[in-house]
Structure formats: C-alpha cells, structure tokens
C-alpha cells in the first residue's frame, strides 16, 4: 500500500491517508479481510503522528470500510462495493446537479460547462 502525503494541499493529512485508503478498497487494491498496517507502523512509514493514523483508522471504521480487532489490528471490511459505489455516484449527482444550476444561472452553456469538465478530468489524469 502506497500513501502520499502532502503537508501544504490544506487537507489534513488524516483525511489524506483515508481517503487514499477507500480509494484502493473501493478499486479492488485492497481486498477484504487484508491486513492494514499497524498505526504505528504507518505512522512511522509516513512520518506523522501516531494519532494522525488513528485518526484516519478510526473515521475508516465509522465508514465502515475496516474493522478492528483488539491486539490483533486493523483490517478490510467485507464491502459491498456497489452499494458504496451507488452511493458515490449519488454525490456526484448532487455536484452535477449544483454545478448546471450555477451554470444556467450566469449563461454558462451547456457546451461551456461540458469543457470545462473535461479539461478538470483530463488535468486529474496527467
């Protein structure tokens, strides 16, 4: 498992490491029922604060993406991935939704707005 953190994107690192976390669940990377690294051990890997990796483990259990067991550690909940996934796209939809009411609001066109999605998606792909 591979996290990158980054001290000045204004995200806190917690949330950094979770989100990095449900991103390699939800995509097949981490499976259920794998071992998480200990919360020391990440910490250490990552040289932050113990309690920055708690942080993160425990708003990824609230989720309900890992599980954790007393003295044996943190591991990949069995997810159904589609229900999350369907739960996702419902986001999305809401940011959709306000982004085309902004858009006709200040005669932005669809066009336009179609544009500028896709140069927000190919910028993330670089």
Same mark, same amino acid.
């Given at each position: ?25 939800l995509s097949g990377v981490l499976k259920p029922g794998e071992n998480l #690294? ?17 942080n993160a483990y425990e708003e990824l259990e609230k989720e309900g993406y890992?599980?954790?067991? #007393? ?23 809401? =940011?959709?939704?306000?982004?085309? =009411? ?25």
């Amino acid at each position: 498992m591979e996290i990158i953190i980054s001290n000045s994107s204004g995200v806190p690192i917690y949330e950094q490491i979770k989100e990095q976390i449900k991103t390699e669940i939800l995509s097949g990377v981490l499976k259920p029922g794998e071992n998480l #690294p200990s919360i020391r051990s990440l910490a250490k890997d990552l040289r932050c604060s113990v309690i920055t990796t708690k942080n993160a483990y425990e708003e990824l259990e609230k989720e309900g993406y890992i599980k954790t067991v #007393p003295a044996k550690g943190s591991y990949i909940a069995d997810i159904n991935i589609e229900l999350i996934r369907e739960e996702q796209l419902k986001n999305i939809e809401r =940011f959709v939704e306000n982004a085309v =009411f902004l858009a006709k609001r200040n005669g932005v066109s669809k066009k336009e707005l179609t544009e500028i999605i896709n140069i927000l998606y190919e910028e993330d792909e670089k």
